[in-house]
């Protein structure tokens, strides 16, 4: 009898699954409902990146490595391509070299908006400068990318923020609300004590600024063709950022000759000390913001995959334990460990006194510095250990998906093609957005390029180029959310 009950509730239990994957789909879009268009200029654009490619603004942690002429001639290309907003802005120079442009809105009682953009690139790696397709600097544009270092991170985002508020000006906009353009210099370094954008922060909350909303780098619209399961444009608006937080772990022996060793070195324990550390993960969560990634994606999916993904909350244990597997999916769930770099002994016939190791830790929203070393302490058995916390940041806090600014962004671009799909999600890397926090809860990371995973990939790495076919909706998406955020 049992037995029957059972099979009863299992069959039930499948039926309802059946029913309700039905159902598990997005809500219907009014096609009626359409965007103004907007007038947008492509090829001004494509000429205007093309020259901020050329001017070589190279971050570095020693800002006596710097070439500052670099960004002084970025500067002047600013003004002389951008007339209408060194007209019209207010313009205020930070640290040595980060901007801010403040276009002054109609009702100053209203918090302003920001918009964010960094101008400084990484370098080209050492012996690499011949693998390129073109010269890494050259700014070359071919007719179907333009190429060159910044193309993609992020002189491409830099240029059309600031290509559409010059068209905005030119067709005569007024914002009601006061539009912030904030450009860093310094982004590249990651936790750097002289960040521009913190500078440029603690310059706004003097001035009593507090921020409606601020729009940085991070997701793209990505393709997403998966044959039989999914097909849509996938715009990843990032509403957190994770942390990266470097600790020197380390143990100390006697030392001496090599020529009369002991039994284990240093070398040898700190051995030890690296298998506990990269055996003894943080333990992974299943964020909102991830599961409701997973419930977007979900529901455009097909219908019979549909019946998987409409069970998401039954089955978050399984998927978490799949995706630990994986480790670009794992990065989403959990504080990823990595351990980077080691050190020993100077001098190969000589015994190391200290034997350390540098471990990254990329750290979820809500994990303090102390969560990791309690952790490590936890996992490594040997309890001699010298643990040494090294230069980071914490985790940003999580904005909120339903906020003006994340509900225009998503109706901008659901309305500008009906197969985008918008989801939030947590960005892996760094950007200046986090350092806004002091002043603006609302804080996404979002470039509105369509771009596929190859082309992301070359992001920081050789032949790093921009589609321009991405170019005209990039353009009208910023013109659209600066007027919607500001018409009131």
């Not at 860093?184 to 521009?196: L, M, P, Q």
């Not at 504080?335 to 015994?351: D, H, I, K, R, Y």
Request: charged share 25%; glycine share 6%.
């Amino acid at each position: 009898m049992v037995g029957y009950i059972i099979l009863a509730v299992f069959v039930l239990f499948l039926l309802i699954t059946a029913i309700r994957a039905i159902f598990f789909v997005p809500k219907k879009r009014d096609k009626t409902d359409t965007l103004p268009e907007e007038n947008v200029d492509v090829e001004r654009y494509r000429k205007k990146l093309t020259e901020a490619i050329k001017i070589k603004t190279i971050s570095n942690y020693d800002a006596k490595l710097v070439d500052w002429n670099e960004f002084d001639k970025f500067h002047a290309f600013l003004r002389e391509s951008f007339p209408l907003i060194h007209e019209k802005c207010e313009i205020t120079k930070i640290a040595e070299a980060s901007l801010i442009y403040k276009w002054e809105g109609t009702d100053p009682s209203l918090d302003p908006i920001a918009m964010l953009a960094h101008q400084d690139v990484v370098p080209i790696a050492d012996g690499t400068e011949q693998d390129w397709t073109h010269e890494p600097f050259g700014g070359v544009d071919d007719g179907e990318y333009i190429w060159g270092r910044g193309a993609m991170d992020m002189k491409n985002h830099l240029v059309a923020l600031m290509d559409s508020v010059e068209q905005l000006m030119e067709d005569g906009y007024q914002p009601v609300r006061t539009v912030y353009i904030c450009l860093g210099h310094n982004e590249e370094v990651v936790a750097a004590i002289d960040n521009g954008a913190s500078q440029i922060v603690e310059h706004l909350a003097k001035q009593g600024v507090h921020l409606e909303a601020v729009v940085d780098e991070g997701g793209a619209i990505l393709p997403v063709d998966i044959k039989g399961v999914l097909s849509c444009n996938l715009a990843g608006v990032g509403i957190a950022e994770k942390g990266s937080m470097n600790y020197e772990v380390y143990v100390t022996a006697k030392g001496g000759h090599s020529s009369q060793p002991p039994k284990h070195t240093a070398l040898g324990h700190l051995a030890d000390v690296i298998k506990d550390i990269e055996n003894h993960q943080f333990k992974a969560q299943m964020p909102d913001f991830v599961y409701e990634l997973f419930t977007q994606i979900g529901k455009r999916c097909t219908y019979p995959v549909r019946l998987v993904t409409c069970n998401l909350w039954l089955l978050k244990g399984l998927v978490k334990k799949i995706m630990t597997m994986i480790p670009p999916a794992a990065s989403l769930i959990r504080t990823c460990t990595a351990v980077t770099m080691a050190e020993g002994s100077p001098q190969f016939n000589v015994l190391p006194q200290k034997a350390s190791v540098t471990v990254n830790f990329r750290t979820m929203p809500g994990v303090s510095s102390e969560d990791v070393e309690n952790h490590i302490r936890k996992a490594v058995k040997n309890k001699k250990i010298g643990i040494t916390k090294l230069e980071g940041k914490v985790a940003s806090s999580v904005s909120p998906t339903d906020s003006r600014a994340f509900n225009v962004i998503k109706e901008l671009c659901e309305k500008s093609d009906e197969k985008i799909l918008v989801a939030p999600f947590l960005v892996m890397g760094g950007t200046d957005a986090y350092n806004y926090e002091p002043i603006c809860e609302n804080i996404y990371r979002f470039s509105p390029f369509v771009a596929d995973v190859s082309l992301l990939l070359c992001t920081h790495g050789t032949d790093e180029r921009l589609p321009i076919s991405s170019v005209e909706g990039a353009l009208k998406f910023f013109k659209r959310y600066i007027k919607e955020m500001t018409k009131e």
